[in-house]
C-alpha cells in the first residue's frame, strides 16, 4: 500500500519557523520526486517546493525562495521542509505528493501525474 505521511505543522508566530516532514512507503521512495504543495482557504493549490529523486535538483516558487529548504533521507524514505521567517500569507494545508514519473519542476507545475500520489495534509497556521 502506497503511503506518504506528512506532519510537522502547527501554529507559529510570524518570523517563526517550523519543519515538515513527509514519509514514504509502498512505492521506490528514491526513484521519485517529492514536492510540497499547499493550499490557502479559497485559493487553489499551488506547488511550492520539489526535489528529485536523488536529491542533487530542487525547485522553489517565488513565493518561498530564500525562506524555505527542502531536503530528502533516501534512508529514511523522509522528505523534509524547513520553512524560515514565516508570514501569516503562509497560512495553508500543507501537503506532499511524489512522482516515479515527472521531474521535480513538473511536479511542482503539474502536480502528480496518474502514476503519482498525494499525501494527506497537515495545517499550517502564522499569526501575525
Known amino acids: 500500500e502506497v503511503q506518504l505521511q506528512a506532519s510537522g505543522g502547527g501554529l507559529v508566530q510570524s518570523g517563526g519557523s517550523l519543519r515538515l516532514s513527509c514519509v514514504g512507503s509502498g512505492f521506490t521512495f528514491d526513484g521519485s520526486a517529492v514536492g510540497w504543495f499547499r493550499q490557502a482557504p479559497g485559493k487553489e493549490r499551488e506547488g511550492i517546493s520539489c526535489?528529485?529523486?536523488?536529491?542533487?535538483?530542487?525547485y522553489y516558487t517565488d513565493s518561498v525562495k530564500g525562506r524555505f529548504t527542502i531536503s530528502r533521507d533516501n534512508a529514511d524514505s523522509t522528505v523534509y521542509l524547513q520553512m524560515s521567517n514565516l508570514e501569516p500569507e503562509d497560512t495553508a494545508v500543507y501537503y506532499c505528493?511524489?512522482?516515479?514519473?515527472?521531474?521535480?519542476?513538473?511536479?511542482?507545475?503539474?502536480?502528480?501525474?496518474?502514476?503519482?500520489?498525494w499525501g494527506q495534509g497537515t495545517q499550517v497556521t502564522v499569526s501575525s
Open positions: 526535489i528529485s529523486g536523488g536529491g542533487s535538483v530542487t
Open positions: 505528493a511524489a512522482d516515479p514519473q515527472r521531474i521535480s519542476s513538473l511536479l511542482c507545475e503539474r502536480g502528480p501525474s496518474n502514476l503519482g500520489f
